[in-house]
Each structure stands twice: as C-alpha cells, then as structure tokens.
C-alpha cells in the first residue's frame, strides 16, 4: 500500500503504512522512495513530517526477510541488500526540506535510525521501547550508519547505544537525547508541525544549503571512508557467530 501524505497546516505529513508495525524489507523500501519521488514531484516546497501508526513508529528490519538474505552466503546478495537499505536512509537524511519524525511509538534498530534521518525528533509520551539492538542479535552495524547515529545522537551517545544494543524506555531515551522534545500523544502532530515550520517556504534554499553544510563532513565519511568498511559486512553478518545469534532471536520472536 502506498504511503499516505496529506498536506496539513502547510505540512507534508507522510504516514508509513507498509504493514502493521512497518517492518523494513523491500515493500517498505519502494513504499518509502515512491512517497519521496511524489513529495519532490508535488510537495517540493514543503517540509515533511514522518509518521507511523497504531503503537508503531517502525520495528526496523523485517528479520524474516533479512536473516534469510544474510544466511544464504551469497555476498552479492547481501551486498544488494545492504545497498537499498542504505539509500532509503539516505534519502531521508539527505532531503532538502525540513524533516521530522512524529514518533507515535517503538522505534527500534532501524525504525530508529529512520527517526535519526530526521531533522528533528518528536516522541508521544506512551509506553514504547527505543534501540538500537543490531549488535547483541548478531548484526554488525554499517559504518555508513554510524556516520548518521553520531551525528543525531553524539559520538558518546551514539557509542553506547550501538555498541550496549540496549533497549530504553521513553523516560530513559528522553535522558539518553533520542529526541528533542516529548509531549502528549494528543500533542504528537501539533508539536511536529511546529518544528516543521521552523522556517518560511521564502527560506528554503537557506536551509538547504545550511542543512548540506551541517551535513556535509558526514557525507564524506559515508561516501569515501565507510565504503571499505562497509565491503565487510557481507563476511559479518554470514559470520558462524553471528548466524547463531540470528537464528536464536528469529527462534525468539517466531516462538519456535
């Protein structure tokens, strides 16, 4: 299904709604650059709120689908994977306009990351669980990925939560800086146009071309330091370690 976008209080607001809780695989992948190639196409001059569902932000990536790819030993394969993962988070972080991400509830692994693409990072006051939990269920995080948790979150932070893999509470990710404000579900869109409208349309190339600045020492490291780190991660996430740790968290979550 595609992603649904309304324009609101002069607001592209973007509902992901791939399936329930917006596990990230190749439907999600198109559904996310089909909602991009139209808000270029005919909301170009606005700025864009992303958004989830239900108690849902996104539970990151569809494990059924990936463990499947990272077992098969096909390198090309994974290193395909690994490439349209890449470019949806690129596409977000990388969008001219101001970005932010309404967090209706869980953003883990990399539903989390899709937050930290954002430019800004609004949370509904519920109970919801917030990681980045690659590590401990056997997947090695991609450097290009790091770039982008240092740069939202802090090295020191960003340190922590990949290396730790934990899971936070939202009292706990609020302390940690995860977001830059919390406020009452109620509040949740009301609060993320605020932030989006931070500017005036007359100012878009301002922020544009601020936003690239800001970005830009992240984008070299993406494009021509993590790229030989990267070459690795076929060989990581097929390591016989690794593969256990995958199959024991796929045996968690299928309950067999």
């Avoid at 864009?48 to 030993?73: H, M, N, W």
């Avoid at 401990?136 to 290009?144: Q, V």
């Avoid at 020191?156 to 730790?164: D, N």
């Amino acid at each position: 299904m595609a992603w649904q976008i309304d324009v609101i209080d002069d607001c592209a607001v973007v509902r992901m709604n791939t399936n329930k809780v917006n596990v990230q695989n190749d439907a999600f992948f198109k559904d996310l650059h089909d909602a991009f190639d139209r808000l270029e196409k005919e909301f170009s001059e606005l700025p864009v709120i992303l958004t989830g569902q239900g108690d849902v932000f996104s539970a990151g990536i569809d494990f059924k689908y990936s463990f499947e790819v990272f077992g098969s030993q096909n390198k090309e394969r994974i290193r395909q994977w690994y490439a349209e993962y890449r470019a949806t988070n690129l596409r977000i972080f990388q969008y001219p306009r101001p970005t932010v991400a309404a967090i209706n509830g869980h953003a883990i692994a990399g539903g989390l990351i899709t937050a930290l693409d954002c430019d800004f990072r609004i949370a509904a006051r519920k109970k919801a669980k917030f990681g980045l939990n690659e590590v401990p269920i056997g997947i090695p995080m991609p450097a290009a990925y790091v770039e982008i948790i240092k740069y939202a979150l802090g090295s020191q932070v960003g340190a922590l939560t990949t290396l730790k893999g934990a899971l936070y509470s939202l009292e706990q990710a609020e302390k940690l800086g995860f977001f830059h404000e919390v406020v009452e579900e109620s509040e949740l869109l009301s609060t993320a146009i605020a932030y989006a409208r931070c500017i005036t349309a007359d100012c878009n190339v301002a922020y544009a071309m601020s936003k690239k600045a800001l970005q830009d020492s992240v984008i070299q490291q993406i494009e021509h330091r993590t790229t030989l780190l990267d070459e690795q991660l076929p060989n990581g996430m097929s390591e016989e370690g690794n593969r256990c740790a995958q199959d024991r968290r796929r045996r968690e979550i299928m309950g067999s």
